[in-house]
């Protein structure tokens, strides 16, 4: 076993089980040093009476292997349930949410062809905090919590993230011209901490026009780093008009632990179809990769998983007539991206 990574999996709900085997076949496929652990989270745990999602055991497998892939679950509907993915980020601390989008073109069809951008956003505040109070019977407060150390710790690891891959310019965008004391505080800190990376370029917009213009000319951004909720938001448009939400993954990073899942929930509409596409929880899986030190390895999988996108063999989900050559399930398309390791792009 030495080694080999220890992280912790969970399969999820709804597409959750059969996207996470295709990921782990692809990982075994091309040599990825890692020992998964598996733990349960989701519909049925909520159902047993834990209205995290997750049982204490389980807290233990992830503080110790620190690294979490892990498949979308169901939370179920009414009230008494808290959000899983809020519950992990707060506990392991997993301050920034990293999610890059770059078209496929001309594999996979979009109205944007140039889309290369990550969105940084701040994980544990804003109206995330989970603050809310009934106020009289008929009015409701939640609380939104910007904190300096917070605003520091996201926008420079925006900036170091930008450095690291070579991006020349990062974007800001609040609504610092309404929340002054909030929003302002977060745009001082960028301008501040910016001052220190004369290399990269820096905007400034605020959150309605700046998404507008993001939804209109993505191309021209590079790294957008911004609130808890503002970037919830952005982030979904951007991956929606990149393609598909079934092909992007992203990373939640803190100090200590990293949790890597797709950005879609569990469709449940087409689970246990055998048509879901896994790309999203394998690119996921790929920044995993990166993130425990296997670059070549993530690089071999990235690289085989466009050459499949490249030779027209496409789920249902990105299917397009004249431009896939073939309509494939789950299976096999796990089979053929296996198939292409080794082959690059
Ligand atoms: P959640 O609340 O869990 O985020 P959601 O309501 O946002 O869920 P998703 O589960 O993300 O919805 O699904 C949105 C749509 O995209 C559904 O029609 C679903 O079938 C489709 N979809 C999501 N993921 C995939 C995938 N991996 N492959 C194919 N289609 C997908
Ligand atoms: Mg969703």
Not at 122 to 128: R, S
Request: hydrophobic share 40%.
């Amino acid at each position: 076993m030495s080694g080999k990574t220890p992280i912790t999996v969970a399969h999820g709900d709804g597409i959750g089980p059969e996207i996470m085997e295709s990921t782990l076949q692809i990982l075994t496929a091309a040599g990825a040093e890692i020992a998964p652990h598996r733990i349960d989270i989701g519909e049925s745990v909520y159902k047993s009476g834990f209205t995290s999602g997750i049982k204490p055991e389980a807290w233990n497998t992830l503080r110790e292997t620190g690294v979490f892939l892990k498949a979308p679950i169901t939370t179920p509907q009414g009230g008494g349930y808290k959000s899983l993915n809020v519950s992990v980020r707060k506990t392991l601390g997993l301050f920034a949410n990293v999610r890059p989008c770059k078209a496929l073109h001309p594999y996979v069809n979009t109205r944007h062809p140039n889309i290369d951008l990550v969105i940084i956003r701040e994980n544990e505040e804003d109206l995330y905090a989970g603050i809310e109070y009934r106020q009289t019977g008929e009015a409701y407060e939640c609380l939104k919590v910007i904190s300096r150390p917070g605003s520091e710790r996201i926008v420079r690891y925006a900036f170091e993230y930008a450095r690291a891959y070579g991006k020349k310019e990062v974007t800001c965008m609040v609504k610092d011209n309404i929340m002054k004391m909030t929003d302002g505080l977060f745009h001082s800190v960028f301008q501040e901490i910016g001052a220190e990376y004369p290399d990269i370029q820096k905007k400034s917009q605020i959150i309605d026009i700046g998404s507008a213009l993001l939804a209109d000319r993505p191309e021209n951004y590079e790294v957008v780093v911004t609130l808890n909720l503002y970037g919830d938001i952005i982030s979904d448009i951007v991956a929606q008009i990149a393609g598909s939400v079934g092909l992007f993954g992203s990373a939640n990073v803190g100090m200590n632990a990293a949790m890597f899942e797709a950005i879609h929930g569990s469709a449940p509409d087409i689970a246990g179809k055998g048509i879901a596409n896994p790309s999203g929880l394998l690119n996921a899986a790929v920044m995993m990769l990166v993130h425990i030190g296997q670059p070549k390895i993530a690089a071999k999988i990235r690289n085989g998983w466009l050459a499949t996108l490249e030779d027209g063999i496409h789920t249902d989900d990105i299917y397009k007539e004249g431009l896939s050559k073939q309509k494939v399930g789950t299976a096999d398309f796990t089979k053929a991206v296996i198939e292409h390791l080794g082959r690059t792009p």
